[in-house]
């Protein structure tokens, strides 16, 4: 693993920012495996994120990122293909980045078929902001703004 710090982390950025028990860190080493075993030259990927716990991935990461606007990852992630098709594209997104503010732009992604992979990290709230319910949070479970339970069925993507 130490190999894999030091080929695909930008130096002096670790230790990382997230709580304890987080499993943040485990999906962004999950993608760098991924990267490692397709072999793919780092140079030619492109790691698109949007705002939350979930898309501080991308500062971490040693390969060309673009940290978006809240729920913008994917229309980012779509110029950024279009632009340069040669480029592996990875959007890193948080359930309330791409299923509440980026919702929209989800479906519309998905409906192109663009060639990208979207990586949702989904622990089912607005943890960065003190939290909120997302619309992945299970139906029934108390937030911050929900104190006597969420009511909305929560989305199942």
Known sequence: MEAMIDKYFRPGRLPH???PGCGNGVVTGTIVKAVA????????????SGIGCSSRASGYLD???????????????????????GLTVIVVTGDGDAT???G???????????????????????GMTGGQYSPLTPTG????????ATIEQDFNV
């Not at 075993?37 to 698109?48: E, N, R, S, T, Y």
């Not at 229309?75 to 340069?84: M, Q």
């Not at 192109?112 to 607005?126: A, E, G, K, Q």
């Open 17 to 19: 920012i997230w709580c």
């Open 37 to 48: 075993k397709l072999d793919l030259d780092k140079d030619k990927v492109a790691v698109i």
């Open 63 to 85: 390969f060309n990122t673009v940290h978006s606007a809240h729920g913008r990852a994917l229309p980012v992630a779509t110029g950024v293909k279009l632009a340069d098709p």
């Open 100 to 102: 509440a503010i980026g």
């Open 104 to 126: 929209n732009h989800l479906i519309h992604a998905a409906r192109r078929n663009i060639d990208m992979t979207v990586v949702l990290y989904n622990n089912s709230i607005y």
């Open 141 to 148: 479970s108390k937030a911050t703004t929900a104190p006597y």
